[in-house]
């Protein structure tokens, strides 16, 4: 089946050390988003992708980057997380820009000791 | 500044109705989309209303006021596994998705 797939699913890291997490597709969709999401919070978009053409989101903070080698892979790479970056990462797909119809992978879990 | 809101909680009883609203401030409209999200799971989609009226899937219905700023969301029939956050999540003028923190909904038997 054509889907989303994020790895790891589950991630701890102590305070300061860095993390990469990835994210795969099948759709074949142009764009691609990372969003953070925060227990009860909305999901705040860190960044997206129209193929390979980056947009970072102004107030994402230094320490988060990202990378996407081909259409098919997606990178958020977290420099030095903090306890605040405890969250939930989702990476999402569209066809196209322009915020259409969204999947979503089932999203990797952050935890900072 | 750009805002979504929703109630946070709503309790329902399974095999009930439920209604949860939606009321948004933005800076343009080009749409509105309803999400469910399990618990520690990804949001799924569920509908999508850009014209005003009520659009119908199955138990789930989605009504636009574009007038009024306004959404709902009706499900019927309730089951349990109808328990998550429901998201909704209006496309401004730019195309950006501004979410709303979400409904949790709770169905007890």
């Known amino acids: 089946d054509a889907m989303v797939i994020q790895n790891p699913r589950y991630q701890v890291t102590q305070f300061g050390k860095p993390v990469t997490l990835s994210c795969s597709q099948t759709?074949?969709?142009?764009?691609m988003y990372w969003y953070q999401q925060k227990s009860s919070q909305a999901p705040k978009l860190l960044f997206h992708?129209?193929?390979?053409?980056?947009?970072n989101e102004a107030d994402t903070p230094d320490n988060f980057q990202s990378r996407r080698p081909n259409t098919s892979f997606c990178f958020l790479d977290i420099r030095s997380p903090g306890l605040g970056d405890a969250a939930m990462y989702l990476c999402?797909?569209?066809?196209?820009?322009?915020?259409?119809?969204?999947?979503f992978g089932a999203g990797s879990r952050l935890t900072v000791l | 500044g750009q805002n979504i809101d929703q109630p946070t909680e709503m309790t329902a009883t399974e095999g009930a109705i439920v209604q949860i609203n939606c009321t948004y401030q933005?800076?343009?409209?080009?749409?509105l989309f309803w999400y469910q999200q399990h618990a520690g799971e990804a949001p799924t989609f569920l509908s999508y209303?850009?014209l005003d009226g009520l659009e119908e899937k199955g138990r789930f219905s989605s009504f636009l006021s574009r007038s009024k700023g306004y959404s709902y969301l009706l499900l019927k029939e309730l089951q349990m596994k109808d328990s998550a956050s429901y998201l909704c999540?209006?496309?401004?003028?730019?195309?950006?998705?501004?979410w709303g923190a979400g409904t949790k909904l709770i169905i007890k038997p």
């Open positions: 759709l074949n969709h142009n764009v």
């Open positions: 999402a797909t569209s066809r196209q820009s322009g915020a259409n119809v969204l999947t």
């Open positions: 933005t800076s343009g409209f080009n749409g």
């Open positions: 209303n850009v």
């Open positions: 999540a209006v496309k401004d003028s730019n195309y950006q998705l501004i």
């Open positions: 992708y129209y193929d390979k053409d980056f947009n």
